[in-house]
């Protein structure tokens, strides 16, 4: 059973960083390519960042470009995104996404709470 279940959220002051983790289970790391999303208050979710299942490869979204980075430690099962440089437009509850890049199977897990706030 694949399980995803994140971590390293809290609350942050502007201008300070976070770095979440998303510990997968359940599943073969390389076959997954893996995102973050977000979502604020009556907001709908948004794509912060993705990576493919070797790591090469990672994309943004423009609101994060140059202050986030998306990474992976297959051997750990681990996904990070390391947040710098964090805005009060940060404040959301940050998902981790899974893909199974062969039956295209998506898991979720169950969010982590990020507040930046003076």
């Known amino acids: 059973q694949v399980q995803l279940v994140e971590s390293g959220g809290g609350l942050v002051q502007p201008g300070e960083t976070l770095k979440l983790s998303c510990a997968a289970s359940?599943?073969?790391?390389?076959?997954?390519?893996m995102r973050w999303y977000r979502q604020a208050p009556g907001k709908e979710r948004e794509l912060v960042a993705c990576?493919?299942?070797?790591?090469?490869?990672?994309d943004y979204a423009n609101s994060v470009k140059g202050r986030f980075t998306i990474s992976r430690d297959n051997a750990k099962n681990l996904v990070y995104l390391q947040m710098n440089s964090l805005k009060p437009e940060d404040t959301a509850v940050y998902y981790c996404?899974?893909?199974?890049?062969?039956?295209?199977?998506?898991?979720w897990g169950q969010g982590t709470q990020v507040t930046v706030s003076s």
């Open positions: 996404r899974a893909r199974n890049t062969i039956n295209y199977n998506v898991y």
């Open positions: 359940g599943f073969t790391s390389s076959i997954y390519s």
């Open positions: 990576i493919t299942t070797t790591g090469d490869n990672t």
